[in-house]
């Protein structure tokens, strides 16, 4: 009876690492910073390098520049060519700036192997992710579009996946605890192991994920966050300030 315990623990942790072998889950991607602080650069090369291009789809879309900036190197450090390893019952990997899946490109009719190699494909590609998980967050009805949250929702749409995260987010939602992105994130870790039972994902593995995305974007316009009633935006110019930065 004296190991009845230790038994139980070493079990549960082997159906633990069952579940993350089973799950089918990428690794998290893990790109640092090249360049030092410097105002107006996202400190990735290879995104500062695209800015321009990436202000222009911000412009035409209406999704903040912060999304793509901090989507972007987060996913892929701005390497177009970065490709994860492909995961067992796959026929190829994640592609592109925005790393989109390949039944992702299949259900938008995007030429998966492109993502790799054509910059402004690429990026408009992203862009109809993006916009396709939109269409799921707006049907969930508990962030305001445009809002931090709001974004925050999408993001984690494309990381732990649709089904998941309406799971999440429905288990939130009884327990009153969807109204803003730290509680949804504070349930969710809350709940481990019941949702990586239910979803083959782990919250604690990419709720930091998605955190990341907002700490790399949010200089750049990370949509609006609605106080008492009223609604700040902060959607600086980066270009802006790096003219301004190179004149000084």
Known sequence: E???????????????A???????ERDVPEFEPDLPPIPGSTRYKLVDAILPQLKQAADSSSIPLGVLVGWIASE?????????????????????YFQLHPSES?????DHARLSTDPVYSINAGV?????????????GIAPRGSTFYWL???????????????????????GQARTWEQLKNHALGNEQKYLSATKHSPSKWFPHVDKVLSIGQPF?????????????????????MRNNGRG
């Open 2 to 16: 004296v190991m009845v315990v230790p038994i139980i623990l070493i079990a549960a942790g082997l159906i633990t």
């Open 18 to 24: 069952f579940y993350f072998s089973q799950s089918g």
């Open 76 to 96: 892929s450090g701005g390497r177009i060519g970065a490709a994860p390893k492909i995961l067992p019952g796959q026929t190829d990997s994640e592609r592109g």
């Open 106 to 110: 299949k259900s938008l009719g995007i």
């Open 128 to 140: 109809s992710l993006i916009q396709k998980y939109m269409n799921l967050i707006d049907s969930l």
């Open 153 to 175: 929702l999408v993001k984690l749409a494309h990381t732990m996946g649709s089904g998941a995260t309406k799971i999440i987010v429905e288990g939130a939602k009884k327990e």
């Open 221 to 241: 316009g990370f949509g609006s966050t609605t106080i008492v009633g009223a609604i700040y935006k902060d959607i600086p110019d980066p270009l802006d300030c």
